[in-house]
C-alpha cells in the first residue's frame, strides 16, 4: 500500500516509524515531515491545513490510505476531503472531531450521558460567566470552547484573575475560539491520558500513559506542549484502564453514533484521578504529543492494520498486543522554549546516542542542511527508550540524552518522577 501521513512532529515521526514496520506498506510519504521523518518516508513540503494540495498530491500518487496525525485539519474536516475524494483515511470526521473541536459540547455530552466531569456553564458573555465563577469558589477554570493551539485553558487563583481571563476570551485573546467560554470546577489530582481506538461501534483500548506539561524539573516553570512522557502509567493501572473503557469510552462512542457523528479513529481520553474517582478533563481526537512516542514502541501489533479497521469497521476483528516493557520519552526543546528560542543550531552526535540499548530517537522539529542537522522548532527531539521498569527506561533515555551534542537544547532530568515515587 501508498500511505501518506500528515504532520511533521515527534508523534509523526514515532507513527511514520511504527507504519514502516507494516507488512502492509509498499511506500510512504509524509507532509510536511521532518529529518527524522525522512529517513523513513518521502517527505513532500505541503502544509497539513492545505487541503486542495494535499488531496491533489494523493490523486496523483494513488494514495491507497492517509493517516492525518494533528488535531487542526482533523477539527477542519481534513478527513471528509480525502473521502469525498474516494481516497481512505483514519479520521475522524469533522462531525466526530467536535468531540476536541467544542469543549462545550463534550461538557453537554457528560451531562447527557452520565460521564463524571467536573462541574461547569457555557457563556456567550461575560456578565454572566462571572457570576457563575463566583459560585465555584478557587481556584477555578476558564477554557475558551474551540481549539486554541492546546493555549485556551487558564486556571485563575484569584478572583481577580479568572474576571481577567473571562474578559481576554470574550474580548478575542484566543481568536474565534473564544466566542464561547466554558466556566468549569477546579479538579484535585493526578492527571493522566488513556487512549483507545473507536471505528464507530466498537472500540477497543490501547493503552495508558502520563506526560509532563510543565518546562522545567518537579513540575514548575510554563506549561508546554510536553516534556516528557511515560506508558504505562501506574496510576492508571489495569482496572482503572478497564473502568476507563466501561464508563468513558463506550458510552461516548454509541453516544457519537445516536447523534449522528459517528467516530472513527483515535479517542484520547484526559482523566483526573480524584479522590472520587476518574473524572473527564478533555477528548482529544488524535493521538497525544509526546505520548504517542511512548505508545508506537510498545504496541507488538501493526499499526496499519488497526488504523485501517478504524476507518472500515473491522474492530470487533482486532486484538492489539503489547510489549510489556515501559517506554519513556524525554523532550529535548531548543532553549527558551516555550517562550522565544533561536533556531538553527547544529545537532550532533545523536547516531551514537542512539545505539543505547532500547533507545529510538524520535524528531520534532529538526531539518538537514548541507549535511547537518538542525534545531529549527521548539520541541526538537524525543529521546526515547524501553526498559523492564520506568527507572531502566529512564536510565537508558538520560545515557542517550548524554551523548547528544546540542548545547542549544535543553531538557527535563526528573522525567518519570511521579511513577518513581509511588
Ligand atoms: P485541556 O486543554 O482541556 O487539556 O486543559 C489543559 C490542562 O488544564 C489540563 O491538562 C489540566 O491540567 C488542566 N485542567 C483543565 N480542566 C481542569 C479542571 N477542571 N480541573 C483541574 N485542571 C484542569
Ligand atoms: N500531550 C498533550 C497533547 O498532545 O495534547
Known amino acids: 500500500m501508498k500511505v501518506l501521513l500528515i504532520g511533521s512532529g515527534g508523534r509523526e515521526h514515532a507513527l511514520a516509524w511504527a507504519l514502516a514496520a507494516s507488512p502492509l506498506l509498499d511506500r510512504l510519504y509524509c507532509a510536511p515531515g521532518n529529518a527524522g521523518i525522512a529517513q523513513l518516508a518521502q517527505c513532500v513540503p505541503i502544509a497539513v491545513m492545505d487541503f486542495d494540495k494535499l488531496v491533489g498530491f494523493a ?178 493501572p489495569p482496572a482503572l484502564e478497564q473502568l476507563a473503557m466501561e464508563t468513558f469510552i463506550k458510552p461516548t462512542v454509541a453516544a457519537m453514533a445516536e447523534r449522528g457523528r459517528r467516530y472513527a479513529g483515535v479517542m484520547y481520553l484526559g482523566l483526573m484521578i480524584t479522590k472520587s474517582g476518574p473524572k473527564l478533563v478533555e477528548y482529544n481526537c488524535r493521538f497525544g504529543d509526546p505520548e504517542c512516542q511512548v505508545l508506537m514502541p510498545r504496541l507488538k501489533s501493526d499499526l496499519l492494520t488497526a488504523l485501517i479497521a478504524t476507518r472500515d469497521r473491522q474492530l470487533h476483528n482486532l486484538d492489539l498486543r503489547w510489549r510489556s516493557e515501559v517506554a519513556l520519552t524525554v523532550v529535548m526543546a531548543s532553549k527558551g522554549y516555550p517562550g522565544d528560542y533561536a533556531k538553527g543550531s547544529e545537532i550532533r552526535n545523536l547516531e551514537e546516542a542512539a545505539k543505547v540499548p532500547g533507545v529510538e530517537i524520535f524528531h520534532a522539529g529538526t531539518e538537514r542542511r548541507d549535511g547537518k542537522l538542525l534545531a529549527v522548532g521548539g520541541r526538537v527531539l524525543n529521546v526515547t527508550a524501553l526498559g523492564r521498569s520506568v527507572r531502566e527506561a529512564q536510565e537508558r533515555a538520560y545515557r542517550a540524552v548524554d551523548l547528544i551534542d546540542w548545547p542549544g537544547g535543553f531538557c527535563r532530568r526528573d522525567i518519570g518522577w511521579r511513577a518513581l515515587s509511588r
Open 59 to 236: 490523486q496523483e500518487k494513488k494514495i491507497d490510505f492517509v493517516v492525518i496525525a494533528p488535531d487542526n485539519p482533523l477539527v477542519g474536516g481534513l478527513w471528509d476531503r480525502f473521502e469525498a475524494a474516494g481516497i481512505r483515511a483514519s479520521g475522524p470526521s469533522m462531525a466526530g472531531a467536535i468531540l476536541e473541536g467544542s469543549k462545550g459540547f463534550v461538557k453537554d455530552l457528560c451531562r447527557e450521558i452520565g460521564l463524571p466531569t467536573a462541574a461547569y456553564q457555557r457563556f456567550r458573555d461575560a456578565a454572566s460567566a462571572k457570576a457563575f465563577a463566583d459560585t465555584l469558589g478557587l481556584p477555578v477554570v476558564i477554557k475558551a470552547d474551540g481549539l486554541a493551539l492546546g493555549k485556551g485553558v487558564i486556571i485563575a487563583e484569584t478572583k481577580a484573575d479568572s474576571s481577567k481571563a473571562i474578559d481576554f476570551m470574550f474580548e478575542g485573546g484566543f481568536g474565534a475560539s473564544g466566542n464561547e467560554v466554558v466556566v468549569e470546577e477546579f479538579m484535585e489530582g493526578e492527571e493522566a491520558s488513556f487512549f483507545a481506538l473507536s471505528d464507530g461501534e466498537t472500540a477497543i483500548p490501547l493503552a495508558g500513559a502520563q506526560d509532563h506539561k510543565r518546562a522545567f524539573d518537579g513540575d514548575k516553570g510554563p506549561n508546554t506542549g510536553g516534556m516528557g512522557a511515560y506508558s504505562p502509567a501506574p496510576v492508571l
